[in-house]
C-alpha cells in the first residue's frame, strides 16, 4: 500500500524555520506499530496520521505519535495538519473563519480555519481546560538541571505543572538573557520533573503581552521549536496567576535559541475557574513523497 506525506514548518510562514512536522493524509489501513515505525523514520518530534473519524461529527480523526509513543493532543502537529488539509481542499475554503471538529486522543475539540483569498492563514485549536498541579520542586536543584543559578529565574513566580491536554512544568525565568544561558543536564532534569511531564517550558515575559520561551525536553529531542500544548498551559497560567488579563492575545517567540524561531498566539477564555486557551499558528509546506509498506 502507499500512503502519501507532507512536512511543514509549523508556527511560521518561512521555510527551515519554526518546528517540522510530517503529516500522512491517507493513514487509514496502518496499525499501530506501523505507525511507530515510521514516526521513528520520520524522526521528527510529531508525525501526524489523518484517519477517518469514528465520532460523526468531527472532519478527520488525527494519530498523534513522537518517535517513542502515541500522544493524545499536542499543538502544532493540530495546527500544522489543518493548515495543510485546508491547503488540499479538506475543508473547503471560505473568507473568513471555517470551524470545524476534530477527534483526537484527548477527545473531539473545535478548530478554527481562518482564509484570505481562498487560502489558509491561520489556524486555531480550542485546547481541554486548564489543571495546576503544585511542582514541589527544590529551587536550587530545578536551576542546576537547566544549567542555572537560582538567581536565573523569576522570585515573583513559581514552577507550576500545568496540562491542557498535556502536562508541561512552566519555568519563569527572571528576563530574556537567562533563557539563553540554559545547558541542560537531561537526566537531572527528568529525573525531577518525573514521567508524566513533558518538558519543561522556559519563559521570560515581555511588555506588551509578549513572552519569549524555550521547550526543554529532557526525553527525546532535547530541544522543540514550537510547543502549542506548553504555550496554551502558559496562557493559562498567567491568567491563573494575573499576568494575563482573559481575552487577551499572548504573542510568544519560541525556538529562537535552536536557529528555528516560531510564533505562536494564545488567547484563554475565563468562566468562573475554568480556563480554556485557544492557540494559533500557521505553516508552510516543505516536503511531499509516497511511503511503500
Given at each position: 500500500m502507499e500512503h502519501r506525506f507532507h512536512t511543514l514548518d509549523v508556527c511560521t510562514t518561512t521555510r527551515f524555520e519554526g518546528n517540522p512536522l510530517a503529516v500522512f493524509t491517507d493513514g487509514d489501513g496502518l496499525s499501530d506499530d506501523q505507525m511507530l515505525a515510521i514516526a521513528r523514520e520520520m524522526n521528527l518530534s510529531e508525525t501526524?496520521?489523518?484517519?477517518?473519524?469514528?465520532?460523526?461529527?468531527?472532519?478527520?480523526?488525527?494519530?498523534?505519535?513522537?518517535?517513542?509513543?502515541?500522544?493524545?493532543?499536542?499543538?502544532?502537529?493540530?495546527?500544522?495538519?489543518?493548515?495543510?488539509?485546508?491547503?488540499?481542499?479538506?475543508?473547503?475554503?471560505?473568507?473568513?473563519?471555517?470551524?470545524?471538529?476534530?477527534?483526537?486522543?484527548?477527545?473531539?475539540?473545535?478548530?478554527?480555519?481562518?482564509?484570505?483569498?481562498?487560502r489558509p492563514q491561520r489556524v486555531t485549536m480550542t485546547q481541554k481546560e486548564a489543571i495546576f498541579k503544585p511542582a514541589k520542586l527544590n529551587t536550587k536543584k530545578l536551576a542546576s538541571a537547566l544549567g542555572l543559578s537560582p538567581r536565573d529565574l523569576d522570585p515573583n513566580l513559581e514552577a507550576e505543572i500545568v496540562s491542557t491536554g498535556i502536562f508541561n512544568l512552566m519555568v519563569p525565568l527572571r528576563n530574556r538573557a537567562a533563557l539563553g544561558k540554559i545547558v541542560m543536564n537531561t537526566s537531572e532534569l527528568r529525573r525531577l520533573q518525573g514521567k508524566n511531564t513533558t518538558m519543561a517550558y522556559c519563559f521570560a515575559l515581555g511588555g506588551n503581552g509578549k513572552a519569549f520561551s524555550r521547550g526543554m525536553m529532557p526525553w527525546e529531542l532535547y530541544e522543540d521549536a514550537a510547543t502549542g500544548s506548553a504555550a496554551g498551559s502558559l496562557g493559562a497560567y498567567l491568567v491563573r496567576h494575573g499576568k494575563l488579563a482573559p481575552g487577551h492575545t499572548l504573542s510568544i517567540l519560541q525556538g529562537v535559541e535552536m536557529g528555528r524561531p516560531s510564533h505562536i498566539e494564545v488567547e484563554v477564555t475565563q468562566s468562573g475557574k475554568k480556563l480554556i486557551p485557544r492557540v494559533s499558528g500557521a505553516a508552510v509546506r516543505v516536503f511531499e513523497g509516497i511511503i511503500r509498506i
Open positions: 501526524v496520521f489523518v484517519q477517518k473519524p469514528t465520532d460523526e461529527d468531527a472532519l478527520a480523526r488525527l494519530r498523534i505519535f513522537t518517535s517513542k509513543q502515541e500522544l493524545k493532543l499536542a499543538g502544532h502537529p493540530v495546527i500544522g495538519t489543518w493548515f495543510l488539509l485546508a491547503e488540499l481542499g479538506v475543508v473547503p475554503a471560505q473568507e473568513g473563519g471555517v470551524h470545524i471538529l476534530q477527534e483526537t486522543g484527548a477527545g473531539i475539540l473545535p478548530v478554527e480555519i481562518r482564509f484570505k483569498d481562498g
